[in-house]
C-alpha cells in the first residue's frame, strides 16, 4: 500500500502535512542563500564570490574538523554554523568591518532586522522551528562554548576565503575601498577577525592561514 507520513492506510492527516509544509517553506526561503553573495567580496570587485550558503557550508566543515579539539560539542557546533546566517534569507548579507564609522548598516540595525527576520521564518511555531531558533539566538548572544566557537570558525572561513581569492587574484589589487584604517587589499578581513577570534586554538589557525595570505599577497605586484 502506498502510504503516506501516517504511515497507515495512505490518509493524511492535516497536522501533518502542516508540519511538512511549514519546514520545507522554511528551507525555501533558506534556500536564497545559494544565490545570495557575501556583499565584502563584492565591496571590492572580487570576481563571482561566494554566496552566503558557501559560507555556512565551510564554516560547519571547519567545526566539523576542529570541533574535538577546541573541546566542545561536535554536532551542536555544525547544527549552528549551517544555521548562523539563515536570516540573511530575509535581509540579505550586511557587510561588516573593522570601524563601526565605515559600516552601512549599524550593529544595532542589523540586529533588529535579523530578530524580525527571524520570527518572519520560522511561523508558525513548532518544536523544529524552535530548535533552529535556539540554535540562531545561541550563536547571536554566544550563550555556549559551541557558540563561540562557531563565531570563531565563521571568522577562520572568512580569512582562508581571502587568502584563496588573492592566491587566485580574483579582484582588481590597485582598486582601494575607503576605511578609517587605511586597508589595502583584503587585509580588513584579516584584522576584523584577529581583533575579534575568541579561541586558542582559532587564533592558531589564524596565523596559518595569515601567513598564507600574505604569502600570496607579497608575490602578487
Partial sequence: MNTRPDGRDGR?????WSGLRARLDLLTSAYRLKDEVRKGWV?????????V????????ILCQLFAVEA?????????IALLHDIAE?????????VADADREVSIESKAA?????????LSPSGPIM???????????????????????MNLVDMCIQAAIYERQQRYDKSVTVPSQGGFERLDEFIVSAEQRLDSALAKELLLLVKSEYEAARDARI
Avoid at 565591496?43 to 563571482?48: P, Y
Avoid at 550558503?53 to 560547519?60: M, Q
Avoid at 534569507?89 to 568591518?97: E, Q
Wanted: aromatic fraction near 6%; include cysteine; charge should be negative.
Fill in 12 to 16: 493524511a492527516r492535516p497536522e501533518v
Fill in 43 to 51: 565591496l571590492r570587485g572580487v570576481a563571482a564570490p561566494e554566496s
Fill in 71 to 79: 573541546g566542545v560539542d561536535r554536532e551542536r557546533a555544525v547544527a
Fill in 53 to 60: 550558503a558557501d559560507h555556512c557550508w565551510g564554516t560547519a
Fill in 130 to 152: 524552535e530548535e533552529v531558533k535556539e540554535l540562531w539566538t545561541a550563536y547571536e548572544e554566544r550563550t555556549d562554548p559551541a557558540a563561540r566557537f562557531v563565531r570563531d
Fill in 113 to 121: 532586522s535579523e530578530n524580525a527576520a527571524i520570527a518572519q521564518l
Fill in 89 to 97: 534569507a530575509i535581509t540579505g548579507d550586511v557587510v561588516a568591518r
